[in-house]
């Protein structure tokens, strides 16, 4: 496993492959586990390059390999929110109800919580029914951020 830290217009960003996938994404301030080398590799330089082409409003979906560690109901969830197109949202009800749950919306927020590669599993497209914003790991000023700068690149 190695990490690297890409400096982008959202801050320090920590990017961590395991077994030539990326594996978890770090947001400044993170604690960030002490035993991984710090080496750019070949797939972290691709996922930093395609991280910041998606923050600057160029790159409208990753393709990247992901080591997907979670629950089959997690995975499920992660699935999904990697269908959501750019600039879209669903609320948490509408992703229970595509993974076959429709009372599962409470599920779905703990699976996005869990979400270990935010960004490149797009849990800040998730929002309530009311429309409001709720939980991001980032914070919800970058979710909002996020959301703007999607609609602003359509």
């Not at 400044?28 to 390059?49: F, M, R, S, V």
């Not at 939980?135 to 996020?146: A, D, I, M």
Request: aromatic share 12%; charged share 25%; proline share 5%.
């Amino acid at each position: 496993m190695s990490i690297f830290f890409y400096e982008t217009i959202i801050g320090n960003i920590g990017i961590e492959e395991k077994e030539n996938k990326i594996f978890r994404l770090y947001f400044q301030g993170q604690n960030i586990p002490g035993e991984i080398e710090i080496k750019e590799t070949d797939i972290l330089k691709n996922a930093g390059i395609q991280l910041k082409s998606y923050l600057n409003g160029k790159l409208k979906k990753f393709s990247l390999p992901l080591y997907i560690e979670g629950t089959d109901f997690s995975k499920k969830v992660w699935e999904v929110l990697c269908e959501i197109p750019y600039g879209r949202t669903l609320t948490y009800k509408q992703v229970a109800e595509k993974v076959g749950n429709p009372k599962a919306a409470r599920a779905v927020g703990f699976a996005c919580n869990k979400n270990p590669i935010p960004i490149f599993i797009p849990c800040h497209r998730i929002i309530g029914s009311s429309g409001n914003l709720t939980g991001y790991l980032g914070g919800l000023k970058l979710k909002n951020y996020l959301l703007n700068m999607e609609k602003h690149h359509i």
